[in-house]
T-cell receptor, first 113, second 112 residues
Framework: GNSVTQMEGPVTLSEEAFLTINCTYT??????LFWYVQYPGEGLQLLLK?????DKGSNKGFEATYRKETTSFHLEKGSVQVSDSAVYFC????????????FGKGTKLSVIP | DTAVSQTPKYLVTQMGNDKSIKCEQN?????MYWYKQDSKKFLKIMFS???????INETVPNRFSPKSPDKAHLNLHINSLELGDSAVYFC???????????FGPGTRLTVL
């Protein structure tokens, strides 16, 4: 099955700092890759996704590029805001026919003014 | 419009009781899931279910059972609740042809 290694948190940054959250995965075949975000007290929301090698997913200023050669999908944002404080989950999917998501352990981000 | 909804949002109960959590999706999806999130935010899939197949994570105790009255609902029934069942439970749904899942707001279960 798939597995995910995510950067250990918590991560604390000042507003407008640059963010990187590392994610590497192992998977058979060609998974789709997802980042989900969980704001305090809420469920998970899809942040961005990429479905094939070299695709870049982007949303709300966040970006991640599907790197097949390094099996990575690192999340980046150039200038974080206090409202970005949340837990971020990297998740590759299993293959077609029986899709499953395997979630990383989550990285808690706290942005301070 | 709420895409995936769960009730109740909070559930506090005594050890040994039986309880159910309800989930409904109005997205027209054909696959639904239940996840358990522990206090360290680790998410573990418990079940995935579509019209044809129930896939059970083998680590889930048989005290947990999903029940689907129709395609838009997947309820989670838990027998003989234990302290270790305290967690946040999330329902999710997707199309069988897509890996993208949509999550409900969660149900925080506390077993005393």
């Amino acid at each position: 099955g798939n597995s995910v290694t995510q950067m250990e948190g918590p991560v604390t940054l000042s507003e407008e700092a640059f963010l990187t959250i590392n994610c590497t995965y192992t998977a058979t075949g060609y998974p789709s890759l997802f980042w989900y975000v969980q704001y305090p007290g809420e469920g998970l929301q899809l942040l961005l996704k990429a479905t094939k090698a070299d695709d870049k997913g982007s949303n709300k200023g966040f970006e991640a590029t599907y790197r097949k050669e390094t099996t990575s999908f690192h999340l980046e944002k150039g200038s974080v805001q206090v409202s970005d404080s949340a837990v971020y989950f990297c998740a590759p999917s299993s293959g077609a026919g029986s899709y499953q998501l395997t979630f990383g352990k989550g990285t808690k981000l706290s942005v301070i003014p | 419009d709420t895409a995936v909804s769960q009730t109740p949002k909070y559930l506090v109960t005594q050890m040994g009781n039986d309880k159910s959590i309800k989930c409904e999706q109005n997205l027209g999806h054909d696959t639904m899931y239940w996840y358990k999130q522990d206090s360290k935010k680790f998410l573990k899939i418990m079940f995935s279910y579509n019209n044809k197949e129930l896939i059970i994570n083998e680590t889930v105790p048989n005290r947990f059972s999903p029940k689907s009255p129709d395609k838009a609902h997947l309820n989670l029934h838990i027998n003989s609740l234990e302290l270790g069942d305290s967690a946040v439970y999330f329902c999710a749904s997707s199309q069988m042809t897509s890996p993208e899942q949509f999550f409900g707001p969660g149900t925080r279960l506390t077993v005393l």
